[in-house]
Each structure stands twice: as C-alpha cells, then as structure tokens.
C-alpha cells in the first residue's frame, strides 16, 4: 500500500491532544487493511519522525436513528502511533 492510502486523517480530539503532550502519542484513523508494519512505515516517510510503538483498534459503528429507522455509522480502525522522546508532530 502507498504511505498516502495507509492514513487516512489525524484523529483530534481532546483526548489525542492530551496523549500527544504528555505521552507522545498520537492518533490517526488508518485504511482498515493496513497492518502495523505498513502504518509504521507510513508515518516515518510523511512526517519524516521515528515511530516507537503502533497500537491499533477497530471501532465500532454506533447506532443512529433518524424517525423510525435505525443505521449505524461506519466502522473503522485507529492507529495510536507512540514516537521517540526527540520527535514529534505538528498537527496544526
């Protein structure tokens, strides 16, 4: 897989910011077929960083009602991505 079909947006939330300042870490929605290897590979060659760990998880869609009929929002994976102590990125 192309670095740029591996991630596909940073994930920013008040909880991600937090893990990036005192951890290091940081979250990224990923293509669902992508494993830690290819994640890894694909943060080092876009953000030029030395990645450290890969944590991933599928998250569930969450059910939604619009009147009387029922949905859920799409599925996906995130990728929690820990860097070295000397690097890190610059989201905004």
Sequence with gaps: MEAYSVLIRPVI????MHFASTRNAYAFEVSPR?????????????YGVKVADVRTANVKG????R??????TKAWKK???VLHEEYHIDLY
Excluded at 67 to 72: K, L, V
Aim: net charge positive; proline share 3%.
């Design 62 to 65: 969450k059910p939604r009602r």
């Design 67 to 72: 009147g009387r009929s029922f949905s859920h």
């Design 34 to 46: 992508a494993n830690k290897v290819q994640i890894r590979q694909a943060v080092e060659s876009i």
């Design 13 to 16: 939330t008040e909880q991600s």
């Design 79 to 81: 990728a929690t991505v």
